[in-house]
């Protein structure tokens, strides 16, 4: 058994249809699980239209656009449209109205799934045309805590229920990353580009012999060709080594990928569905000998500089009231840095968390912020390595350790 994931932008048009299918062919078999997301852009679209129907704004149009999107994509690759995707457009028509401006997180995970639902119907509907196939509603099977829109998995639940579809179906399985469902049947979702995740969770339940992420880029490269020129692919990297650059902010793959396959030793691969010949980059427990520097730059980051108020010194007791604050703000610190008087932070730039810090330890420090400021790590830095730093500009905070560096700049 293997698992295969194709993201939004794999699947964009008729074209990318038409593509994952000659993908499957050439390295899929009959046991192969293909876990999809929504369609090129899609979920952006539907998170717009979430936000119209929980105020009880006018919608058809948003709406309109998502269907016409997707009828696009079926008059490209079918020759109907298919029944089981119809009754997705009636689900989100009917979502759009049960959701309410008061439970927004609970509405968001009513009504954005349907990318997933309405994606896998139509590739199931394409693929089964030529053999067999089935269509699993992933939410039958991935069941999560009530924490809407970053939902957690109940691994036993879960294991037990995908043993459980799987011993019944054959052939082919096509279902959906990103959602499962709670205890009640309430959708959920597993936070932004949760696919990859839902694909370690399909391995690591069904004991995969591997995963494959099927990506619009070579491999994982070691910064993003957005940003830096030159980028250079791994062939290879340690569970570990990607779990650290992800840590850093580099997005290369959802962050809770990994540890599910490392439990297992489930080898990942990350190929280009673009380019079918090239080998992409294979992560397994090995680990790799010297690894060229990665680097990852993150913007719209924010300091906090929180001073003692009485002239004591920055101890180890204020350093704890200000991490449990953090802690139970869900922040991570990307950055920090100590002095006698201060203690000083960078995290992402999130104005809602920024106000609550300020709220709970404004009693206690002086508390100042600066934003938006830039991040950026190199990770197995070498000599020559800092030269691809935009060095003209002021910093603000930097740190130096035996692999890594770190500079937070203006
Ligand atoms: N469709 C979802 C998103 O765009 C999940 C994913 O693509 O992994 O965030
Ligand atoms: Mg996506």
Excluded at 266 to 291: A, C, H, Y
Excluded at 304 to 322: P, R, S
Excluded at 353 to 380: G, W, Y
Aim: aromatic share 10%.
């Amino acid at each position: 058994m293997q698992i295969f994931k194709f993201g939004g932008a794999s699947v964009k048009d008729g074209e990318g249809v038409r593509n994952l299918e000659r993908v499957i062919q050439k390295f899929g078999n009959k046991r192969t699980v293909v876990v999809v997301s929504a369609m090129g852009k899609m979920t952006n679209k539907l998170e717009e239209l979430v936000d119209l129907a929980v105020n009880g704004k006018a919608h058809d149009e948003v709406l309109e656009d998502v269907f016409a999107y997707h009828h696009s994509i079926i008059k490209e690759v079918l020759n109907d449209v298919p029944e089981e995707y119809l009754r997705w457009e009636n689900s989100l028509k009917e979502s759009c109205q049960k959701v309410n401006g008061e439970d927004l997180l609970w509405s968001y995970d009513q009504i954005v799934p349907h990318g997933e639902l309405m994606s896998t119907s139509i590739i199931a509907a394409f693929l089964n045309q030529k053999g067999n196939c089935s269509w699993l509603d992933a939410r039958d099977v991935i069941r999560t805590d009530q924490y809407f829109t970053e939902a957690n998995v109940d691994w036993v639940v879960t294991e037990k229920r995908i043993s459980k579809a799987f011993g019944d179906l054959d052939g082919m399985v096509v279902t959906q990353g990103f959602i499962g469902s709670d205890a009640e049947r309430n959708s959920t979702t597993l936070g932004r580009e949760g696919s990859d995740f839902s694909g370690s969770i399909f391995a690591y339940c069904l004991g995969a012999e591997g995963f494959t992420v099927w990506k619009d880029v070579k491999g994982i490269l070691n910064a993003d060709p957005r940003i830096m020129e030159n980028t250079e692919k791994y062939d290879r990297l340690s569970y570990r080594e990607i779990t650290e650059m992800t840590y850093y902010g580099a997005q290369v793959i959802h962050p809770k990928t990994l540890k599910p396959l490392a439990q297992k030793n489930i080898p990942l691969m990350v190929r280009s569905f673009e380019n079918l010949d090239l080998d992409g980059t294979l992560i397994s427990s090995q680990n790799t000998k010297k690894t060229v520097p990665c680097f990852v730059f993150k913007e719209n980051q924010l300091l906090v500089t929180a001073e003692v108020k009485d002239h004591n010194f920055m101890n180890e007791q204020k350093l704890g009231m200000i991490l449990q604050v953090l802690d139970l703000l869900n922040v991570k610190i990307n950055l920090m840095q100590n002095s006698a008087l201060t203690f000083s932070f960078c995290m992402d730039n999130k104005e809602f968390k920024a106000r609550k810090i300020k709220e709970l330890l404004n009693r206690d420090f002086i508390l100042s912020f600066e934003s938006p400021l830039k991040l950026a790590t190199i990770k197995n830095y070498q000599p020559d390595s800092f030269n691809y730093l935009p060095w003209n500009r002021s910093i603000l905070m930097e740190q130096k350790t035996a692999n890594n560096y770190q500079v937070l700049y203006r």
